[in-house]
T-cell receptor
Framework: DAEITQSPRHKITETGRQVTLACHQT?????MFWYRQDLGHGLRLIHY???????NKGEVSDGYSVSRSNTEDLPLTLESAASSQTSVYFC??????????????FGEGSRLTVL | AQSVSQHNHHVILSEAASLELGCNYS??????LFWYVQYPGQHLQLLLK??????LVKGIKGFEAEFIKSKFSFNLRKPSVQWSDTAEYFC?????????????FGGGTRLMVKP
C-alpha cells in the first residue's frame, strides 16, 4: 500500500544544531507539505512543494528550509534549531487528480524537542 | 488573509450525547472544506469533505457536516458520540478549485467523551 513516512519520529536536540526531518511518500503525489502542530495554533504551514525543484514558503517558514530533488522526498531542515521550534511536525502530500482533489494524506508526525 | 476559526477549543461530552463543532472561515470565493480527525497518538485522517453539490456531507463513523455558504460555516455533527470519538478535530479550507492551493487549518477542537 502507498504511504507517507516520517523520520525520526522523536528527536531531542540542542539549541543551534542543524536538524533534518525526513519525509518520504510512495503515493507519487506532486504536492507535498510540512506543517507544525502546536497547542492553540492547530496546524500551521511551514513550506510546500508542487513538484520537483519547486519549493514555496508557508505561514511560518522562518528558520526552516526544504528541497525537492525527486517526487518522493521533501526533507525539512532547521538550520539552527531554536527552543521555539519545539513542536510536532507533520508531512503531508496530495495529488492533482480529480479523485483526490485537495485531500491531504498525512505522515505520523515527528516530535522535536529543542533544549 | 484567509482564516479558519474553531470556536470551541475543548469539549467534554458523555456517551450518547449529540455533538456539534463549529467552523467558520473568512474567504468569500469558492472553497473546498474538510474535517480531519486526530486520534490520540495518531496522524490526521480525513473525516469528510465538501467540494460541491449537496451541502450536507456524510463522512465516516456517523459524522456529517453542513456547508452554509451565507454563514461561511461548515459545522461538524454527530447525533450520538462514543468514547472512541475522543480525539482532536480540525476544520480545513482550501480556496478555489486548484488542487495546488494549500489547506488552511483551524486551531482544532479537543473532544473528550466520558464513558
Amino acid at each position: 500500500d502507498a504511504e507517507i513516512t516520517q523520520s525520526p519520529r522523536h528527536k531531542i536536540t540542542e539549541t543551534g544544531r542543524q536538524v533534518t526531518l525526513a519525509c518520504h511518500q510512495t503515493w507519487n503525489h506532486n504536492n507535498m507539505f510540512w506543517y507544525r502542530q502546536d497547542l492553540g495554533h492547530g496546524l500551521r504551514l511551514i513550506h510546500y512543494s508542487y513538484g520537483v525543484q519547486d519549493t514555496n514558503k508557508g505561514e511560518v517558514s522562518d528558520g526552516y528550509s526544504v528541497s525537492r530533488s525527486n517526487t518522493e522526498d521533501l526533507p525539512l531542515t532547521l538550520e539552527s534549531a531554536a527552543s521555539s521550534q519545539t513542536s510536532v511536525y507533520f508531512c503531508a502530500s496530495s495529488e492533482r487528480s480529480t479523485g483526490l482533489f485537495g485531500e491531504l494524506f498525512f505522515g505520523e508526525g515527528s516530535r522535536l524537542t529543542v533544549l | 488573509a484567509q482564516s479558519v476559526s474553531q470556536h470551541n477549543h475543548h469539549v467534554i461530552l458523555s456517551e450518547a450525547a449529540s455533538l456539534e463543532l463549529g467552523c467558520n472561515y473568512s474567504y468569500g470565493g469558492t472553497v473546498n472544506l474538510f474535517w480531519y480527525v486526530q486520534y490520540p497518538g495518531q496522524h490526521l485522517q480525513l473525516l469528510l469533505k465538501y467540494f460541491s453539490g449537496d451541502p450536507l456531507v456524510k463522512g465516516i463513523k456517523g459524522f456529517e457536516a453542513e456547508f452554509i455558504k451565507s454563514k461561511f460555516s461548515f459545522n461538524l455533527r454527530k447525533p450520538s458520540v462514543q468514547w472512541s470519538d475522543t480525539a482532536e478535530y480540525f476544520c480545513a479550507v482550501k480556496r478555489g478549485n486548484n488542487a495546488g492551493n494549500m489547506l488552511t487549518f483551524g486551531g482544532g477542537t479537543r473532544l473528550m467523551v466520558k464513558p
